[in-house]
């Protein structure tokens, strides 16, 4: 830190502006990972200074972007360098490139972080390679400029942030008018006080401000503290005693708010880093001891427990950052308060109490802080005492814990109780509590727990999870500012997720938890999806926000870190919420514990209600005006009637024809007036919604007797759906027009919208009311995000695009070595060619994405490009769909359920942003894959450019490396040498962690930013809180969806609604409804069915065992507390309630309204079940079913009912399965079926249509009918219908389940079911049609039937379609009839339908092309100047060969073959165009069949190009066809020794089969043997040879043809019978078949049957042969091995045994290879250089030897690789000792042999031994000329010397292969220029070199050369004093004044020296590196 105190220094002033930034820093520094990262950069880079800090500038001067070393004044600077730092977007920087906005003087920085070091950058020489052009837009000059330099003024900005602090009224005048910024003026201020610009004003606090805020609620004192820009300085302030106490009563009094944690932690943030707590209140609490007034000392405790109050709040915010605050106050407080007491003073027990646990705290934290536990401020729970299973449910944390997910805890639970009472509220509460939390985590436990034992197998990414979904390869990409705070951008691999149709899938919806680990789960980060784009989640994008105690974690995350996702299906915000409810709420404030704790039966009436109150039930009751003539007796009848009336008496209440009600419904709505707890359940269609809205209607009306007091409080509807919450609030609205507030997801009523919560807040009349306290604390919040989010966008932005393209290389300079750097911008030199300059990026080209990637750089791999085909994206060449109806898809609606309207995510300026984004990917990318250009370094050569088709292929293959998680280590990248040398994937690896580091760097530059930004977005919600607590009390009625209750629970505890309706109850989880209730509700109204769809749980087993699905409602109903069942259906027609009554519903009577519907059209019957036996199918992901064959039914009888001229929306098709619901989508064609619905059964309650057309899917041979055996479910599906319902499915399967049964019986009484439906025409009713499957429909095309129409047109054409029950007056068929209009004076008739528009006349007819005068077929009506002419083009291209083209076509490339003469002076038949490029350096592969002749006598298969022109030949691929010892043919290549077999062994027994591979050893049957019959026996094991001879005795058996058998005794019966199959068994092979009583044996492995005596002999004779091959004996027939065989099992078991003894040998012994692997292991520890050289390879071949058991061959080929490695790592290591020139070549011939070893193989074969041998060899000699010349590269040789040395290396150098001819010319040349060329260059050997060094006795650096390089020697210092001549030549040597004269060198052959001893780099003894 000392030269960064230097710098302080220099600039007290900027330091002091500085201070809270390099307080940040400095905060980071202690961090030891961002310590070590920051050391590793400086270490890595010494030159650039420590990276990981700012420098502030000094005082008054200003630089250049343009500046690399700028130390000098500006008139003295030279040029600018070329290599400048732009490396890294530093936080000036990271504004988007037009973005000019507000800046704060935080962003003032150096923008070139590398002039600190004068010295260092004094010695550096001024490099520009190529003529590269430094800089991008706006930031660099040369030949870039021209055209874009206006332009660039504007782009320089955000480098030149001086201008904006030191002044230029013409740059601020230009500011202002810029729209983009917002930066308002500093003398507006508001009506509150507060300024619009917080650095020009500071409003104060003072002793009245503070005393007047004493009166106000504790909410708005910690909104106006919190927010007061003046607390901070009063609490830094000299305080009396008075204002002191006054100031912790107001601190106190603002901690107790409920509503506000967010702003009471930033306010104790305050006063926690305040002079007050530290300084100011000990100092008050030590004067209190001493204070001599009675009546002061009196008031004390009061103030003590004020202040221990506040202690306790601090300590539980900020644990680690305040204890030692606390600890000093705890040590003044004690003996304070000792003192006082002594003093007489009463100290109340209350005190003592909280000290003691202040102190109890206190300690805890110490213990912890010494333990180095405690090092973050993390929400502290006091009194926090985990007893067992059973511990308070309130201080459980709601997210999975690491022992459940690790050790498998079993939680503690208990069953919902349905039957019975509870014993009290807590346990009732703790029930609840444990049961909704476990659903949620139980999947998240489980499926992690299984994805932790199945960790290592193999196929994880295929396995599928019950429980969870995972997600590899997941990165967190870009932070993201949200209206809740900080969310990120996450990307995933979609490999394994190829086939999810993510618009309907339910994964990673709205809300979902998701858990992300990079340690197997060890660490756990929580965060739920934030927003979902199914656009972006087919690339694998999602938007998290991570929780709490997640975020400090993320600061420790590198970019290139890869997690594993998880992610459980709760809607986990509704589950948190609900929970956190559950904790806070208090036993005693759970409202009618009598009923739902206690069960009890008997209903109160509401407090609100008097026995005396009168209703006004007139708005409810039916006023009809018959006619004038009634009017009198109709206003006489109004003034007899009471207008109010009593409620609690029922002889005063209206009859229910008045009320307009049925009897259920008049006793539903006298139940819900006059009972504090009502339960109205309402079967389908019976009025629910209805009932419910009179009832509001009522309580509305007389709002005056349940509006009590001052306070008034809104009714609260509740309902499961937003569907079901927007019907009823449109109902309310009828008799509402204003006081209505909409609280959740996204409302289809236009009605509604403007009731939206969002809708009413952003009212201008709103934001008037506010109170000013909410009006100010919000501009101060949003002012704040507003200034994190520029930086974090800016940041965001520059991540956002090293995603989408290759970072241009001046960017990544920072984090590129200096030896790197200059060897990547000199490029790769291949002799006479040189990679192109100008305008390239160089590391395009490095990476093979720029001009050589297409034409292929010498010695880099020509198939580069080639390769990225196999990477092509999918779906590019897609056939265009047919458009399909819209679904509502149901991730889709789920997501509709989940976002309520403030949740949705808040896109800013989208368009402004993308195009900032798209101008900076242009500015920062070399190359940018989104777009149509190449960023702004397009890549370019004197006119030549990338062809269309390659530039796709450089793309795909970028995109799918930047996809890639690996990147190199530091380690490795220290090691390299030359980049160019790399192999393409490892410069990808490279590139991958210079790009690591550049977004590391960005990352931690805005990590306070994204936490001040987190702070302030929660405040901001608190505020909206607070904000909408204001709407919502001002509301006359609230409707909210459940989850909408959940997320608004502590607002409605503000709320405190009296009356609470709820509807849709029984859908409802009990939970959830009971956090929705406070404890100030006095009426609850619970509307619903538990019957129909009961609440989801989503974990099985708690839903059935633990009763978690039966919601408050249903258990209600369930211990008898009084109910009204509605009993009146008012939807279905009477056959359909049939099915329901008495099936579902003892009793349900049908209103006479539903008597008289008409019947369906062409249809027999309004109710109909099809049955069919067609099977389901299952669905790949979301475990659901379809059954094609019902899809088909039900939209081909769809079709047919649109054609009976119904409106589609009086249609609806229901399924049990989403994956039914797109099948039928699939079917459905949006031209024929528009405005069909189409919905699954658990979406559609509570909907209707006119006719329902249901799919039952179900259809499998087990029988399993999944969730139609639940009644609730089969109740909604058969309940939807008005009219007509028409069902679908299996009913032999459905029939099992007794409900179903029921149902059937019915349908057969009434004949509406069977397998067909009968249609009827309407045109021809006597025409039946029968229909069992879609293709029936075809009888009946049009929905009539089969007959014509025969209807005459308007055209005088006659109908052609079938008869059609639609458009009976034709007015919309189209004639498809020909035409015959004349259309021209030609006579040419219309081409097109009767129907059609004629047109123009397209009839052709010749016509002369006016350009070229060509005669062309062009159409009549056509103008022949705009036709183009297809006649071959006459022109001759620049090569001299014609144009190919047509001749109205532009010239194209020619394709004409030529011939071209390549290198390896083999002549090739080319395009035309590639011999031009070839012309400028493109690689051109030779495809000449090598066709050498190899040493296994084969010709090479490969081409020219492949055997690198026959210096490594590819391998022989003739098959070797050599049969094996198991009896296969070797399959491998030709090869003298054939590998182990890799089929399937073959060997099996009685008892079982060989399953391993033939080549390996099989395990010997350990089984006894079964050969056995009544006359011998086996004892041996079965895989022993058996010691029992053959038994030769007739088999006695029969065979299934009742003959006897021909076999013998104890064999298998053969299976051909001598008399069924005389021919065949004798047929003579042996000579004895034909004998009456020969006996046969069949061979088991082929079936061939034998004669037994010949069959004896031949395996006999095989045996004896002692000489014979050792194998199997096979058939004599066909020749299949003989394996399994009783009878001549001895024979067959002694050949397996000799087999197995060869295997052995082949394989090696066991123990054997396992030495010779150790051995191995040793040696390739000794030749430690090839760890030092060749890293990698030599960590691959240790891994091998040490991971498993190795085959002699394969330890064979390791051994071979030690060999040629150890060579080539001597060679590499001494590559120091030749020149840089000399190192390209050596390096590339070097990088072949490497390449070539790196081969996968299973052997090397002799051949490849041969190349790699003879390439090493002239590797070797290649290297030693280099040596050689490098070493006497000062002397001067005579030209016959230097000819042989030209002749040796063009031979070494050469491309051809390196003959034994060519070794034994380079050995005798090599030894002829021994004494011209010695090893050292001295012309002394190196013993005589060694012996002179050593007598001499001189440390390095005193031997020198004269310009002939004749050497000489100064002694004693070193340093030349003086000139003489050379006794050789008679050149000068020596120096004066320690100077060497300027043509003399040091002679490092001498002693390694590279500086003299007298020398600033040899005094700082660089010279003794090495010698």
């Known amino acids: 830190m000392s030269s960064q105190s230097k710098l302080f220094q220099m600039d007290p002033d900027h330091w002091q502006r500085d201070d809270h930034r390099w307080r940040g820093r400095e905060t980071e520094m202690d961090n030891p990972n961002r310590r070590a990262a920051t050391e590793e950069r400086s270490r890595r880079n010494p030159r650039r200074g420590d990276a990981s800090l700012e420098r502030p500038e000094p005082h008054g001067r200003r630089y250049s972007g343009n500046q690399r070393n700028a130390t000098a004044p500006a008139d003295q600077r030279c040029a600018p360098h070329p290599r400048r730092a732009l490396s890294t977007p530093r936080q000036g920087e990271l504004l988007a490139a037009r973005e000019i906005g507000e800046r704060s003087q935080e962003w003032n920085f150096n923008p070139n972080p590398r002039h600190l070091d004068e010295r260092q950058n004094a010695a550096r020489g001024n490099r520009n390679p190529a003529g590269r052009v430094p800089g991008v837009q706006g930031n660099r000059q040369g030949v870039q400029q021209g055209r874009r330099d206006q332009h660039n003024e504007h782009r320089n900005e955000p480098w030149r942030r001086n201008d904006l602090r030191e002044g230029g009224r013409g740059r601020q005048a230009e500011m202002q008018g810029n729209p983009h910024f917002q930066r308002r003026r500093p003398q507006e201020v508001t009506k509150e006080g507060y300024t619009k610009d917080k650095e020009q004003y500071v ?106 109050f506040l202690l306790q709040e601090l300590v539980s915010i900020f644990p680690a950052s305040s204890v030692q605050e606390m600890s000093m106050m705890i040590l003044v407080l004690d003996p304070t308060v000792n003192t006082l007491r002594a003093a007489g003073v009463s100290i109340g027990d209350q005190i003592e109490k909280s000290m003691e646990k202040v102190k109890n705290i206190i300690h805890h934290l110490q213990e912890r802080k010494r333990d180095g536990t405690l090092r973050t401020d993390t929400h502290m729970l006091i009194d926090n005492q985990e007893t067992g299973p059973e511990d308070n449910y309130r201080t459980m944390t709601i997210y999975p814990t690491y022992n459940e997910v690790h050790l498998e805890e079993k939680p503690f639970l208990r069953p919902n109780l349905i039957t019975e009472k509870y014993a009290n509220t807590e346990v009732y509460l703790d029930t609840h509590f444990r049961l909704l939390r476990e659903d949620f985590v139980r999947p998240l436990r489980d499926g992690i727990l299984d994805l932790l034992q199945n960790y290592d197998e193999k196929g994880l990414r295929r396995r599928k999870f019950d429980d969870i979904r995972v997600y590899f390869n997941t990165r967190i990409i870009v932070p993201l500012c949200t209206s809740t705070g900080v969310g990120y951008k996450v990307q995933f691999d979609t490999r394994p997720l190829k086939f999810i149709r993510w618009q309907n899938s339910k994964r990673l919806l709205y809300g979902s938890l998701v858990c992300l680990s990079k340690d197997n789960f060890e660490t756990l980060l929580f965060a739920t999806v934030s927003d979902r784009d199914p656009e972006k989640l087919k690339e694998g994008i999602v938007n998290l926000s991570f929780n709490v105690r997640s975020r400090p974690l993320l600061a420790e995350v590198e970019p290139s870190d890869c997690f594993l996702m998880v992610e459980t299906t709760a809607y986990f915000e509704a589950y948190r919420h609900v929970l956190e409810g559950l904790q806070e709420i208090q036993g005693e404030d759970v409202p009618f514990q009598k009923y739902i704790v206690e069960c009890d039966t008997e209903i109160q009436v509401p407090r609100y209600l008097n026995f005396n109150d009168s209703y006004n039930l007139e708005a409810l009751m039916k006023e009809k005006s018959q006619g004038p003539e009634e009017d009198t007796d109709r206003i006489f009848d109004y003034l007899q009637r009471k207008t109010k009336i009593n409620v609690l008496n029922p002889a005063s209440w209206p009859s229910k024809e008045e009320l307009n009600l049925d009897e259920s419904q008049m006793k539903a709505l006298q139940m819900s007036l006059t009972k504090e707890l009502a339960i109205i359940q309402g079967p389908p269609g019976t009025g629910k919604t209805y009932v419910g809205l009179k009832i509001v209607q009522a309580l509305l009306n007389n709002e005056a007797v349940w509006q009590l007091g001052l306070r008034k409080s809104p009714i609260l509807v509740v309902c499961y759906t937003n569907h079901a919450l927007d019907q009823f609030l449109e109902g309310i609205y009828g008799f509402l027009r204003s006081g209505l507030v909409r609280v959740g997801g996204r409302s289809n009523s236009e009605l509604l919208k403007r009731f939206t919560l969002k809708e009413l807040r952003n009212s201008r009349d709103f934001r008037r009311k506010l109170p000013q306290h909410l009006r100010g604390a919000y501009f101060e919040v949003t002012n704040q995000m507003r200034e994190s989010e520029q930086k974090i966008s800016a940041a965001a932005q520059h991540l956002e695009c090293t995603t989408q393209g290759v970072l241009h290389e001046q960017y990544l300079e920072k984090y590129i070595s200096e030896m790197h750097w200059k060897n990547l911008q000199n490029g790769q030199v291949f002799d006479d060619f040189v990679l192109p300059g100008g305008r390239h990026s160089v590391i395009l080209e490095w990476l093979g994405l720029g001009f050589m990637g297409v034409v292929g750089i010498p010695g880099g791999d020509p198939q580069n490009m080639e390769n990225a085909d196999e990477e092509q994206e999918e779906g590019e060449d897609e056939d265009v769909e047919e458009e399909l109806i819209h679904i509502s898809e149901e991730a889709e609606l789920i997501q509709a359920e989940r976002v309520i309207d403030d949740d949705e995510p808040k896109i ?223 939807r279905m027609r009477p056959e359909i309630a049939e099915l329901l009554t008495p099936h579902i519903y003892e009793q349900l009577e049908n209103h006479p309204s539903v008597m008289n519907y008409e019947n369906i059209k062409g249809i027999s019957s309004n109710l109909f079940f099809v049955e069919h036996d067609f099977p389901e199918e299952e669905i790949q992901d979301g475990k659901s079913h379809q059954n094609q064959h019902e899809a088909a039914f039900v939209v081909a009888l769809c079709h047919y009912l649109i054609c009976q001229d119904y409106a589609p929306s009086q249609i609806t098709i229901l399924t049990t399965y989403t994956g039914q619901l797109f099948c039928l989508r699939k079917m459905m064609p949006s031209k024929k079926f528009a405005g069909v619905k189409v919905h699954v059964v658990d979406k559609y309650q509570g909907e209707e249509n006119d006719i329902i057309l249901l799919s039952l899917v179900r259809s499998n041979k087990t029988g399993k009918v999944g969730f139609l055996q639940i009644a609730n479910r089969v109740c909604v599906a058969l309940s939807r219908a008005k009219k007509g319902l028409y069902c679908i499915g299996n009913m032999s399967i459905l029939a099992n389940v007794p409900l179903w049964s029921k149902i059937m019986h019915t349908l057969h009484e009434k004949a509406n079911i069977g397998h067909s439906l009968l249609l009827t025409c309407q045109n021809h009713p006597k025409t039946m049609t029968l229909v069992s499957k879609a293709e029936d429909f075809s009888k ?41 209009k004349v259309l021209c004076d030609d006579g040419h008739r219309c081409a097109k339908s009767c129907y059609e528009k004629c047109g123009k006349c397209q009839v052709k007819v010749d016509k002369v092309i006016p350009q070229c005068r060509h005669v062309q077929k062009v159409p009549c009506s056509k103008n022949p100047a705009d036709f183009i002419c297809k006649e071959p083009c006459s ?305 691959n071949l240790s891994s091998v030897l040490q991971s498993c058991a190795l085959s002699l061959q394969g330890l064979t080929v390791i051994e071979n690789k030690i060999a040629f490695l150890s060579r080539l790592a001597e060679l590499q290591s001494q590559e120091a000792r030749i020149n840089s020139s000399m190192k390209v070549k050596f390096n590339t011939k070097l990088f072949e042999c490497l390449k070539w070893i790196d081969k996968s193989r299973g052997r090397f074969t002799g051949q490849e031994l041969t190349d790699l041998q003879s390439e090493i060899q002239r590797l070797t000699f290649l290297f030693d000329l280099y040596v050689r010349c490098s070493m006497a590269s000062g002397r001067k040789l005579d030209s016959s010397t230097e000819q042989k040395i030209a002749h040796v290396q063009r031979t070494l150098e050469h491309t051809k292969r390196f003959t034994e001819d060519d070794e034994k010319f380079v050995k005798e040349e090599m030894e002829k220029l021994k004494s011209a060329l010695p090893e050292t260059g001295l012309a002394i050997s190196e013993t005589e070199r060694v012996m002179i060094v050593k007598a001499m006795g001189l440390r390095q650096g005193h031997w020198f050369k004269c310009p002939n390089g004749h050497v000489y020697v100064i002694t004693e210092c070193g340093g030349a004093m003086q000139k003489v001549k050379c006794p050789d030549c008679d050149a000068v040597i020596g120096g004066t004044n320690h100077t060497l004269e300027s043509s003399n060198q040091v002679a490092s052959e001498m002693d390694g020296a590279q500086y003299s001893a007298w020398s600033d780099v040899a005094n700082n003894m660089l010279n003794f590196e090495e010698l």
């Open 1340 to 1380: 009946v095309p049009e929905g009539g039937c089969s007959r014509p129409c025969e209807y005459r047109l308007d055209c005088g054409h006659v109908c052609t379609r079938a008869c059609h029950p639609y458009d009976i007056d034709h007015k919309e068929f189209n004639c498809l009839k020909p035409c015959q």
């Open 203 to 308: 409003r104060k606090l003072g002793y009245k401000t503070m005393e007047g805020l004493l009166d106000k609620e504790p909410s708005e004192i910690v909104i106006t503290l919190a927010c007061s820009s003046g607390l901070k300085d009063l609490l830094n302030q000299q305080l009396n005693s008075t204002f002191i106490q006054l100031i912790c009563k107001v601190l106190c009094k603002a901690c107790r708010s409920k509503t506000d944690r967010q702003s009471i932690q930033h306010l104790l943030g305050i006063v926690k880093d305040s002079l007050f707590l530290k300084v100011q209140l000990p100092r008050y609490v030590v004067q209190m001891s001493t204070d001599p007034v009675p009546l002061r000392r009196q008031q004390y405790p009061d103030y003590i427990e004020s202040i221990l």
């Open 908 to 1130: 800013r300026a989208k368009k402004k942003q993308d195009a900032d984004l798209t101008e900076l990917a242009n500015t920062l990318l070399a190359m940018n894959l989104n777009h149509g250009s190449q960023g702004a370094h397009p890549q370019e050569e004197a006119g030549w450019q990338v062809q269309g088709h390659q530039k796709k292929k450089m793309k795909q293959k970028a995109k799918v490396e930047l996809r890639k998680s690996g990147a190199m280590a530091a380690a490795e990248e220290n090691r390299i040498f030359n980049i160019w040398m790399l192999p393409l994937k490892d410069r990808w690896r490279l590139y991958r962690l210079w790009l690591s580091m550049y977004q590391t760097d960005i990352r931690r530059r805005i990590v306070q930013h994204e936490q001040l930004y987190q702070a302030a977005a929660d405040r901001l919600a608190e505020l909206r809180l607070q904000e909408d607590l204001w709407v919502l009390k001002e509301a006359k009625v609230v409707g909210m969806t459940t989850t909408g209750a959940a997320k608004y629970r502590k607002v409605l505890q503000e709320v405190q609604p009296r009356i609470v309706v709820v509807e849709e109850a029984a859908e409802v989880l009990e939970a959830h409804l009971i956090t929705t209730l406070s404890s100030a509700c006095q009426h609850l109204i619970l509307i619903g069915d538990h019957q129909q769809l009961r609440p989801s749980a989503t974990v099985y087993d708690l839903a059935r065992n633990f009763y978690l699905e039966v919601s408050l409602f249903e258990r209600l109903v369930k211990v008898n507390v009084p109910f009204i069942r509605l009993d009146y259906q008012h």
């Open 1435 to 1739: 022109k001759i291209l620049y090569c001299g060969h014609k144009c190919a083209a047509a001749c109205g076509e532009d010239c194209a490339v020619c394709s004409k073959k030529v011939s071209i003469t390549l290198k390896c002076d083999h002549v090739q038949e080319v395009e035309c165009h590639i011999k031009e490029a070839a012309k400028i350096g493109k690689c051109v592969p030779c495809k000449e069949k090598c066709k050498k002749l190899l040493n296994c006598d084969h010709n090479c298969s490969g081409s020219c190009h492949r055997c690198y022109e026959g210096r490594f030949h590819e391998s022989c691929s003739q098959p070797c066809r050599r049969l094996l010892i198991c009896s296969h043919e070797c399959l491998e290549p030709c090869t003298n020794q054939c590998p182990p077999c890799q089929r399937q062994c073959e060997n099996v027994c009685k008892h079982s089969k060989c399953g391993r591979k033939c080549g390996e050893l099989c395990t010997p049957c350990v089984e006894p043997c079964e050969w056995a019959c009544q006359h011998y026996r086996c004892r041996k094991l079965c895989s022993e040879p058996c010691d029992r001879p053959p038994c030769n005795e007739p088999c006695k058996k029969r065979l299934n043809c009742r003959h006897p058998c021909v076999g013998l005794c104890g064999e298998p019966c053969p299976k051909k019978c001598r008399v069924c199959h005389y021919a065949e068994i004798t047929e003579i092979f042996f000579g004895n078949e034909d004998e009456p009583d020969a006996r046969f044996v069949q061979l088991e492995d082929c079936g061939h049957i034998f004669e037994v005596t010949g069959f004896d002999q031949y395996m006999k004779i095989e045996q004896e042969d002692n000489d014979a091959v050792i194998k199997l004996k096979d058939c004599p027939k066909c020749r299949m091995p003989i394996r399994k065989n009783f009878r001549y099992g001895a024979i067959i078991k002694n050949s397996l045994c000799e087999i197995e003894r060869v295997k052995k040998v082949v394989q090696g012994d066991a123990v054997k290879n396992n030495q010779f692997g150790k051995h191995l292991e040793s040696v390739l520890n000794e030749r430690s250089i090839i760890a030092e050289q060749f890293p990698d390879r030599n960590k």
